[in-house]
């Protein structure tokens, strides 16, 4: 099956775009820069003057978006990493690479990539397909580039980790579980492909996306006890008419004609893209906000606001899971 992504006109984007500061001197790591709001997000910042890496598995998908950035901003710094997020091996590599290149310091990592109802399938290292791609590589970027948040951090007031959820964070569940963040790739369920009665493949994903928002609420926990600058943020686009989508339907996980009629609802991917860019770039972004059109299940389409972490994950119980079931995945001591 296929489908194919609809164009939608921007409402808000180009005035947001207006009103975002320089980037210039800061160091800024995107991941999922191929399409979509990871996309949107590396040429906003590159055209404001960022130093910028884009992580993004090797396709011809990335070749043809990094050169497309590099030609638009031929001033600008900009790195290509290799980077799967489907293997710790593959992201472990991406980490020396991002050391090597910035000996400064990072002041923004943004883990953006996502992938959407895969199949019930195991990467590499065992995990589910869309939980180590959406969540786990992800928190391994986060604790080995520390160092460089904490660095730039020290040295300019402050640094930045973004992370991209959903709205798909509350629908079927809102608890976070355990065994979706274990050794259980290709046993979580199966196929099942209803978006509507919270099938497994939605179920899935609704785990990783509630373990964005996990993540974040620990993580702005533990730098605030510990009096770091770095600050934890988290974004959702809303519904915003992008590739993810597309692999979706191609995957198996929606139907083309219910897509059609569910992104007919969506904005555009520069509209959904103020999330994260609000996130990213706006001076008075507070740690352990979240930025998105609303906070309600229906929140698919608007300018970017600002609210509070959620009590369904932003508790004791569910941050110790997320770090201590993550810490696990990646092999590493529980200390930040
Ligand atoms: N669009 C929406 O309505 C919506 C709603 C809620 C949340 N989100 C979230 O928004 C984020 C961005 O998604 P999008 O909507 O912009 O979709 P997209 O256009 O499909 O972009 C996703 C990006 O993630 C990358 N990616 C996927 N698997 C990867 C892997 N194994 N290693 C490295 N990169 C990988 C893709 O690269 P490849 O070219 O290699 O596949 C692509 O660059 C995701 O976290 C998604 O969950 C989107």
Known sequence: MSYT?????????????????????????????????????ADTVAGLGAKLLLLNRASERAIKANKILKDSYPNAEIHSV???LQSFASVRNAIKEVIRICPEGVNILCNNAGVMALKDEAT????????????????????????????????????????????????PSKELKKEYLEKNGGKLGGDGDSFIFGE??????????????AFTAALHDKLQKKGSKVKALVAHPG??????????????????FFTGILMSMGQSMEDGAMGILSCMCLENAKSGEFYGPGSSVMALKGKAEPFFLESFYNNEATRELIWKKSCEAIGRELAL
């Open 200 to 213: 497994a493949r939605w179920k899935r994903y609704n785990q990783t996306k509630l373990a964005n928002a």
């Open 5 to 41: 992504r609809k164009t939608v006109e921007s409402i808000y984007f180009p005035k947001f775009k207006e009103g975002l500061p320089s980037m210039k001197g800061k160091t800024v790591v995107i991941t999922g820069t191929t399409s979509g709001t990871g996309f949107v997000a």
């Open 239 to 256: 519904l915003a008419n992008t590739e993810l989508q597309v692999t979706s339907v191609k995957d198996g996980g929606m139907g083309s």
């Open 124 to 171: 590499i290292d065992g995990y589910d397909v869309q939980m180590q791609t959406n969540h786990l590589s992800h928190f391994l970027l986060t604790m080995e580039l520390m160092p460089l948040l904490e660095k730039t951090a020290e040295i300019s007031g402050e640094s930045r980790v973004v992370n991209h959820s959903s709205v798909a964070r509350m629908n």
């Open 82 to 84: 290799d980077c799967d």
